[in-house]
């Protein structure tokens, strides 16, 4: 990717939404500076800007063989809610790729682990594809997601592909269940015994909130997988995304600049609670 498209404001015009809860949607781009989700690694994020109000740090949700560029949003904000109610043809300014995606090369070979949490299923979203796309190239996949009620699972409709797919086991909970759920209730770790874990040969890409983070690597500490085998997404408040501003600093690192994607011995000193 040349260097001035981080910098480079393009246009990209609004070809669908899809409603995943009643506070997130899939926005689904087509830029027009030809460029499609192959730019684009899995992992990144882009800066979305809504003309006149301001822009967002919002992570690529798109494989490289789909038409279109996509993102999953929650609404909590000025800048999110306004991006809810485009309608198709409606235009936003698209502003990178920044930072550092998954490296699936170190996952070559060996059980790819992908363990979300709530909107950390998104930037998770390219690997799962990627490993679908190419059953050969890693020795399996775990996709491993929780949300906090049923109502809360994005990409629903994508399971029964998923699940069908080969090497593919697809495991889900939620931390409180309805009259009508069947599955899984509880954290994210009380699936890992259920998984089929293999820890001898296992490469794990988390992303969720920092406590799921914490406690999923405890567990996959105990169970036996080196930290150099763990990576993890970290989420700031970005801003800049090019590390000039410091509102993502964490530590000496810029999570714009340097992340967000980290192997974790590289951070494991910056989380701030005991015991990770």
Request: glycine fraction near 12%; proline fraction near 8%.
């Amino acid at each position: 990717m040349p260097r001035h498209a981080l910098h480079t404001l393009a246009r990209g015009t609004v070809r669908g939404m899809r409603k995943e809860t009643p506070d997130t949607f899939t926005l689904l781009l087509e830029l027009g500076d030809g460029r499609t989700p192959a730019d684009f690694m899995p992992g990144q994020f882009n800066m979305l800007y809504v003309f006149g109000v301001g822009e967002v740090p919002i992570s690529v949700a798109s494989f490289g063989r789909e038409k279109h560029l996509t993102h999953t949003i929650r609404s909590v904000g000025r800048v999110t809610n306004l991006l809810a109610t485009l309608a198709p043809g409606s235009c936003v300014g698209v502003r990178g790729p920044f930072g550092k995606g998954w490296p699936l090369d170190e996952a070559e070979g060996k059980q790819l682990l992908v363990i979300a949490g709530g909107l950390g299923l998104p930037p998770l979203r390219p690997v799962i594809e990627e490993a679908i796309a190419e059953p050969g190239r890693f020795d399996g996949l775990k996709v491993i997601y929780g949300a906090r009620t049923p109502a809360d699972l994005i990409y629903t409709y994508e399971y029964p592909r998923w699940q069908a797919a080969d090497g593919c086991d697809l495991l889900l909970t939620v931390d409180r269940g309805t009259p009508d759920w069947r599955g899984n209730v509880g954290v994210v770790t009380t699936l890992f015994p259920k998984a089929g874990i293999d820890a001898a040969r296992a490469v794990a890409f988390i992303c969720g909130p920092e406590l799921m983070l914490k406690f999923s690597i405890l567990e996959l500490s105990r169970i036996g997988i080196p930290a150099e085998r763990i990576f993890v997404s970290l989420e700031r408040n970005m801003s800049c995304a090019t590390g000039t501003c410091g509102h993502c600093q964490l530590g000496p690192l810029f999570i714009c600049r340097d992340g967000p994607v980290f192997g974790y011995p590289r951070v494991r000193d910056l989380f701030p609670r005991e015991g990770v």
